[in-house]
């Protein structure tokens, strides 16, 4: 079983997901220059290394159908509550899909790890030094009521979220110096020299909200009002907490777009929220929604014996995923006393018998995560090669020796369940860490019992954690789950009173600014960060600035490598598992096209209704 959602999110791609990662201004470069200015340079595009896959005059993406069909329901499980329908702040639950309603400057490719292309920006130009940058907007650009699109949208939008949005927007957008009208369809964006890499990208992908609309509102409180957005979908009927929909606006202003050609194809976009991935997996079957991803081994290799699976109106497909693999696992949070020393972490992380689990629990079909960078070229393997030990070198001292040598992995177990050696070895590491036995209980270093409470907002794991929790006992360890709801969940999350959790992070295909959100120790007290762990060492703040200002790839490449050995040095969590492709399962009622994008599934942006599978295949009441 893969973890798939946290209660709460932003996403359009995940907030044009890796965009979180940032640059230096003497590094970002645009794509392929289209006109020169004055010295500033005018492209169709940006990339964090300047590399491009489309033409300045490229018609549609080559992962859609450009004549796909209009209509029909596209309709997909998910979890968490939503209470809010402001993903952008921190007060509130809020859907992440919600995002999806608002138009930004650029939009991006799923088949590139980093690309964006002109959406509500026609063009953007480049000063010479980098530091600024205008985007010359389109003047047919328009909310979904009718009003103008313009260049005072986006300035109250980017400095709202820079003052009133989650901490994590408003950590991304602290160089961001200005952001000034060059009359109504141009914006002129100005950062701090020094800047991280990828900020134009971020600041690029950010929605762009109605300042006409939130003159009369306030932006920084939860609200279940639809909000006026601009793209594609707007918000349509609603449930709290039990559904949604998402309806097709049929005068999109942008729907020629190349960046939106073959796309937007649905006439409804619906989630329905559960609670309980049996409870999902039961309304698939009976029609309730029709296309799942399916992260749950045990129903993928036996739960699919149904009558509309056998019927073959219900059919499944395996998707390659080319992104870097999810950072999941139980992650430790070491501002407790219990867990700031490294060598008990790892005695807790010998408890867990990954293949005992995987054997028993998940049908064999996952592998075990090792790196903070799995499943890419960004994982350290080996001993460092002379460009990882260059930028290791000077910490030599300050972090731990092993750093220089092959990097640290988690134990590989016997598979009975209860490795007589592993636990041995973690009672030798708990020794060492000051612990010590009082008959059948564990002692920490203040002489008090020790306990760790497994915090979860879902018991979808559950299966997996006592058996983990059981080993625990066994060296005298108070170890319990606990499930509260996911709002309770969220409020310890941010005020970061836990002992463990588990969470999944997305880790961006060119990792920059959002390594600072998860490991940086600048946001190691910021209520409602992202740095769950605690993490507070030099070496890490260090090469996470370097990442950020790398000047190639193959920079990044090397610098995320060195990373990769000092966060896995310190034994900060117990990675989970993760599997190399999508599971989906559906109705068969969709077309798609020939090839799938290699960055997503592309499943609600690029697929379509097919009318005459729905007439034979479609659940009652959808046909």
């Given amino acids: 079983m893969q973890r798939t959602s946290q209660p709460k999110g932003v996403s359009r791609r995940e907030l044009i997901v890796g965009l979180g990662g940032v640059v230096a201004a003497s590094t970002w470069r645009p ?13 169709h595009g940006m990339s964090v290394f300047g590399d491009l896959a489309m033409p300045v005059d490229f018609k549609c993406f080559p992962y859609v159908r450009a004549d796909a069909p209009k209509g029909g329901v596209f309709s997909q499980d998910t979890q968490g509550p939503f209470n809010s329908f402001n993903p952008f702040i921190l007060s509130g639950d809020a859907p992440q899909m919600v995002s999806m309603i608002f138009d930004t400057l650029m939009s991006g490719s799923l088949d590139e790890p980093d690309a964006l292309y002109p959406l509500v920006a026609q063009s953007v130009a480049v000063s010479p030094d980098k530091n600024a940058m205008r985007f010359a907007l389109r003047p047919p650009a328009r909310f ?47 950062f701090r020299p020094g800047r991280s890499r990828q900020l134009p990208l971020f600041v690029a992908g950010l929605p762009i909200f109605s300042a006409k609309y939130y003159a009369t509102r306030a932006f920084d409180q939860s609200t279940l009002d639809p909000p006026l957005g601009s793209a594609g979908y707007k918000i349509g009927k609603f449930e709290a907490g039990r559904t949604i929909s998402f309806d097709r606006a049929p005068d999109y202003w942008g729907r020629d777009l190349p960046v939106n050609v073959g796309q937007n194809n649905f006439d409804t976009l619906r989630f329905e929220f559960f609670g309980d991935r049996a409870v999902a997996f039961e309304s698939f079957k009976a029609g309730v929604y029709t296309v799942r991803e399916e992260f749950t081994s045990s129903i993928w290799a036996t739960g699919y014996d149904f009558p509309a699976f056998t019927e073959k109106r219900v059919v499944r497909e395996t998707i390659p995923d080319a992104r870097i693999s999810g950072v999941q696992g139980w992650f430790f949070n070491i501002r407790r006393p219990a867990f700031r020393d490294p060598r008990f972490r790892e005695a807790v992380g010998c408890c867990f018998d990954f293949a005992w689990t995987n054997a028993n629990l998940m049908y064999g079909a996952y592998h075990r995560t090792q790196s903070y960078f799995e499943k890419s070229p960004m994982k350290a393997m080996g001993a460092p090669d002379d460009r990882e030990r260059a930028l290791l070198e000077p910490f030599r001292g300050k972090i731990p020796a092993e750093v220089f040598g092959e990097p640290f992995a988690p134990p590989d177990s016997d598979g009975s369940g209860q490795d007589r050696a592993l636990l041995r070895r973690a009672m030798d590491l708990m020794a060492g860490a000051g612990c010590k036995r009082d008959g059948a209980t564990l002692l920490g270093q203040d002489g008090k019992p020790v306990q760790i409470e497994f915090l979860d907002f879902s018991s979808a794991l559950e299966r997996h954690t006592q058996p983990f929790i059981k080993n625990l006992k066994l060296l005298g360890i108070d170890a319990r789950m606990r499930v509260v709801d996911a709002a309770q969940y969220q409020r310890r999350l941010e005020e970061f009173d836990f002992d463990i959790i588990t969470q999944r992070l997305v880790m961006a295909n060119s990792p920059g600014e959002e390594l600072a959100s998860m490991f940086g120790s600048e946001n190691v007290n910021v209520r409602g960060g992202q740095n769950m762990i605690g993490i507070a060492d030099p070496a890490v703040d260090a090469l996470i600035a370097r990442a950020a200002t790398a000047g190639s790839r193959e920079d990044l490449v090397s610098i995320c490598r060195a990373l990769d050995r000092v966060l896995r040095a310190g034994r900060y969590w117990v990675p989970h598992w993760y599997n190399p492709n999508h599971w989906i399962a559906h109705w068969d009622v969709f077309g798609r096209p020939a090839q799938s994008p290699r960055y997503d599934t592309g499943m609600a942006s690029t697929w379509w209704w097919d009318e005459e599978r729905a007439k034979k295949n479609a659940p009652a009441g959808q046909k």
Avoid: C, N, Y
């Avoid at 794509?31 to 492209?43: F, H, L, S």
């Avoid at 699109?149 to 300035?155: K, N, S, Y």
């Fill in 31 to 43: 794509g392929i220059a289209v006109a020169q200015d004055e010295g500033w340079t005018t492209t």
């Fill in 144 to 190: 979904h009521d009718g009003s103008p699109l313009t260049a005072a949208d986006v300035i109250f939008s980017l400095t709202t979220l820079k003052a009133k949005g989650r901490p994590s927007i408003r950590l991304m957008l602290r160089d961001l110096d200005s952001v000034s009208a060059d009359g109504d369809h141009a914006v002129i964006v100005r």
